[in-house]
């Protein structure tokens, strides 16, 4: 690419395992710009506050004992010849926090104010000099109003639960059945669509994606001609 074209902010929105992460990955990738998944944050903190004791047998969040701790979690991310791994305070927690108890856990963590107010100046701050592509929920509406490419994507909930249990599986979780997967990924839309604090929403200016029945291949490609046509080429 072109070093001296001008740099974009990319922003990747939607659903709970509509496959967001894998086409931005591999968009920043093919176009040389930074990747960061604001969701790995999320969990990252998550993964903390079930660490030290925060969230209650009932999965309610000891929101005030979070609250005081945010200025102790520090997120990183490592890049890897497989993309790039999380780290909470220097540690690699990139397997740990797609498990389905942070996975569980993440959507009340999510709601509270302050975490996402941390967690969003951090995610401004990664875009400062843009040349960036971040997925989420929150980016096009949120972190990034002013990106100019921004991309909504949704598929039903059943295909979704479907590639995520596919996805566990292979990383060699037998222990979660479909069945688990599917109400997560239900009650996570529920929390993360009817949330005060900057809800999933498409932007105005989203352009939607619904890729039921798209190879990966095929929503790669679909991502890199928006992106080609977002920069004029
Ligand atoms: O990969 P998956 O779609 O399962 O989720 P994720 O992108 O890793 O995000 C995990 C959770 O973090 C979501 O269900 C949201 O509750 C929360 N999240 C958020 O509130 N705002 C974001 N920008 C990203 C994630």
């Known amino acids: 690419m072109d070093n001296k074209a001008k740099k974009i902010i990319i922003a990747i929105d939607g659903f709970s395992s509509s496959g967001k992460s894998t086409m931005a990955k591999e968009l920043a990738r093919r176009i040389g710009y930074r990747y960061i998944d604001s969701g790995a944050m999320y969990r990252a903190v998550t993964l903390y506050a079930l660490d030290h004791g925060m969230i209650r047998e009932d999965g309610t969040v000891d929101t005030e004992a979070l609250t005081a701790a945010l200025g102790d979690i520090h997120i990183d991310f490592l890049p890897c010849a497989d993309g790039q791994h999380t780290l909470l305070n220097g540690r690699d927690v990139e397997q740990e926090i797609r498990s389905l108890r942070v996975s569980s856990s993440v959507s009340p963590v999510a709601v509270i104010p302050a975490v996402r107010h941390a967690l969003v100046a951090q995610q401004q701050a990664f875009g400062k000099e843009r040349g960036?592509?971040?997925?989420?929920?929150?980016?096009?509406?949120?972190?990034?109003?002013?990106?100019?490419?921004?991309?909504?994507?949704?598929?039903?909930?059943?295909?979704?639960?479907?590639?995520?249990?596919?996805?566990?599986?292979?990383?060699?979780?037998?222990?979660?059945?479909?069945?688990?997967?599917?109400?997560?990924?239900?009650?996570?839309?529920?929390?993360?669509?009817?949330?005060?604090?900057?809800?999933?929403?498409?932007?105005?200016?989203?352009?939607?994606?619904?890729?039921?029945?798209?190879?990966?291949?095929?929503?790669?490609?679909?991502?890199?001609?928006?992106?080609?046509?977002?920069?004029?080429k």
């Open 132 to 232: 960036i592509v971040m997925d989420g929920r929150d980016i096009g509406t949120t972190v990034f109003p002013d990106a100019e490419l921004k991309i909504y994507v949704n598929a039903p909930a059943a295909t979704r639960a479907r590639r995520r249990w596919l996805e566990l599986q292979q990383k060699g979780d037998k222990d979660s059945t479909y069945e688990q997967v599917l109400e997560n990924v239900m009650t996570r839309d529920h929390i993360d669509m009817t949330r005060e604090e900057s809800p999933l929403r498409r932007a105005d200016d989203a352009i939607d994606l619904d890729n039921s029945d798209m190879t990966i291949e095929q929503q790669d490609e679909w991502l890199i001609d928006r992106f080609n046509h977002a920069v004029g």
